[in-house]
């Protein structure tokens, strides 16, 4: 059985009790009492309370503020690494130059106390080649491919959802998602990429036919896949 919510499915019953379990149990035992008996007076301003408290905004920053205090890891997130991702308006993975590499159905995200970001256990790195402004994008797309196992859209898609798990030292530079390359409609191959701007995780896509940019790091996994169990 699940909640519904203006006919819409929120929670499962058994998920909500779990919800509930944890939120009276983080509760500050020093809480003021005066404030508690209102509250539980008043269950409107309690809901109000609630919903204002609860915004996904403000979960993030509290989420990453505790990602980074020692002994704390945040959450985990299974993703589908073989799945159709997000396709850009006009773009297609068909034809030409097009490709999407599949990574596994199962692939565990996790955010360790150490800040950084790890799949099936293996730490995803933000490489650099040292020649890469030589390059343009294409060649910087086969040289890449040679001996890394590069994210393919999936993992964009996954964080530009759930952006607690984006890692910190991110906010420098660009991330490319290079395992998966969109096609334009007019034969122009395109790169997804996540970046940090006036204080917000944004993600474009680019051209790769340019040379390119010393600040655009290749998201890799540093290490073999595996499924998570």
Same mark, same amino acid.
């Given at each position: +059985?699940?909640? &519904?919510?203006? !006919?819409k499915k929120? %929670?499962?019953?058994e ?5 509930q379990e944890a939120?009276? *149990?983080a =509760? ?5 009492? $005066?404030?508690?008996l209102?509250l =539980?007076?008043? #269950? ?8 204002e408290?609860?915004?996904r905004e #403000?979960? +993030?920053?509290?989420?990453g503020?505790?990602?980074?205090r020692?002994?704390?890891r945040?959450r ?5 690494g $073989?799945a159709?991702?997000?396709?850009p308006d006009?773009?297609? %993975?068909? !034809?030409? !130059?097009?490709e999407?590499r599949?990574m596994?159905?199962k692939?565990?995200?996790? +955010? ?5 970001l790890?799949?099936?256990g ?5 490489? %650099?080649?040292?020649h890469q402004? $030589?390059?343009?994008?294409?060649r910087?797309? #086969?040289?890449? *491919? ?7 859209a999936? @993992?964009? $898609?996954?964080?530009?959802t759930?952006?607690e @798990?984006?890692?910190?030292e991110?906010? *420098? !530079?660009?991330t490319? @998602?290079?395992?998966t390359? @969109?096609r334009?409609?007019?034969g122009q ?5 996540l970046f940090w +701007?006036?204080g917000?995780w944004?993600?474009t896509?680019?051209?790769i ?5 010393a ?6 996994i540093?290490g073999? &896949?595996?499924? *998570?169990?």
């Open positions: +059985m699940n909640v &519904v919510v203006a !006919g929120v %929670l499962e019953l998920d909500f009790a779990k919800f939120l009276a *149990a =509760l500050p035992r020093d809480l003021d009492p $005066d404030l508690a209102d =539980l007076q008043n #269950k409107g301003a309690l809901g109000i309370l609630l919903q408290a609860l915004t #403000k979960l +993030m920053h509290i989420l503020m505790a990602g980074k020692p002994g704390i945040r985990e997130l299974v993703i589908d $073989d159709a991702p997000r396709l006009d773009m297609t %993975l068909d !034809g030409f !130059g097009a999407h599949k596994g159905a692939i565990k995200l996790e +955010m360790r106390a150490d800040g950084k790890y799949a099936n293996a730490p995803i790195e933000r490489v %650099l080649l040292p402004e $030589d390059l343009r994008g294409h910087l797309r #086969k040289e890449l *491919a040679k001996d890394r196992c590069i994210l393919n999936c @993992f964009l $898609d996954a964080l530009t759930h952006q @798990f984006i890692p910190e991110w906010k *420098a !530079g660009y490319y @998602f290079w395992g390359i @969109f334009g409609p007019h191959l395109y790169v997804g990429c +701007m006036n917000k944004r993600w896509y680019e051209y036919g340019h040379r390119w940019s600040r655009g790091h290749a998201a890799c540093g073999a &896949v595996r499924t *998570a169990a």
